[in-house]
T-cell receptor, first 114, second 114 residues
Framework: LAKTTQPISMDSYEGQEVNITCSHN???????ITWYQQFPSQGPRFIIQ???TKVTNEVASLFIPADRKSSTLSLPRVSLSDTAVYYC???????????????FGRGTQLTVWP | EPEVTQTPSHQVTQMGQEVILRCVPI?????FYWYRQILGQKVEFLVS????????KSEIFDDQFSVERPDGSNFTLKIRSTKLEDSAMYFC????????????FGPGTRLTVT
């Protein structure tokens, strides 16, 4: 199982773009990179998943370099409501996986200030 | 938008008592999970359930724990004899099927063992 390393905390201001980088040097060929968001006293919420290059949805973008040893979650123009813990997960949890067990690390506490 | 629901939102019990935490996964989802999060700590996987049987469990999920899907809609987690260290937020999650990877988490049940 690939271990992930991400910053413990980050601060930003409303309207700024936030980039959270996750290192996963031991990522395996079958592993996908997935990001979840968690607000206090709530369950985690899926944000985005990718395997390589770039993935974009209505919430965020995920950039994955060719060697896949790191990834960057990009949140455009954050607001106060984006204050949450963001988790980077790496594992064989992509399409077709019959397991799907998620391994959460400590995540990155993002605080958005007015 | 369909969502996972959990009841109760907060359960207080005495050490040694049995508790049952209830979850209603999203209709038509095929994979079901329980996670827990002790206050201030990581989200930890407990068990996954598919096709009416446990597909994977963690070392936390010992003989004191059991899961059941009694009626095709509810998914329950039973702790037979609660310990103080079982105090945590318990999250249920469900996933549509093999072709998907996103897990949908419920709001959680806060279990307090006194």
């Amino acid at each position: 199982l690939a271990k992930t390393t991400q910053p413990i905390s980050m601060d930003s201001y409303e309207g700024q773009e936030v980039n959270i980088t996750c290192s996963h040097n031991n990522i395996a060929t079958n592993d996908y990179i997935t990001w979840y968001q968690q607000f206090p006293s709530q369950g985690p919420r899926f944000i985005i998943q990718g395997y390589k290059t770039k993935v974009t949805n209505e919430v965020a973008s995920l950039f994955i370099p060719a060697d896949r040893k790191s990834s960057t979650l990009s949140l455009p123009r954050v607001s106060l409501s984006d204050t949450a813990v963001y988790y980077c997960l790496v594992g064989d949890i992509g399409r077709g996986s019959t397991l799907g067990r998620l391994y959460f690390g400590r995540g990155t506490q993002l605080t958005v200030w007015p | 938008e369909p969502e996972v629901t959990q009841t109760p939102s907060h359960q207080v019990t005495q050490m040694g008592q049995e508790v049952i935490l209830r979850c209603v996964p999203i209709s038509n989802h095929l994979y079901f999970y329980w996670y827990r999060q002790i206050l201030g700590q990581k989200v930890e996987f407990l068990v996954s359930f598919y096709n009416n049987e446990i597909s994977e469990k963690s070392e936390i999920f010992d003989d004191q724990f059991s899961v059941e899907r009694p009626d095709g809609s509810n998914f329950t987690l039973k702790i037979r004899s609660t310990k103080l260290e079982d105090s945590a937020m318990y999250f249920c999650a469900s996933r549509p099927g093999d072709a998907s990877y996103e897990q949908y988490f419920g709001p959680g049940t806060r279990l307090t063992v006194t």
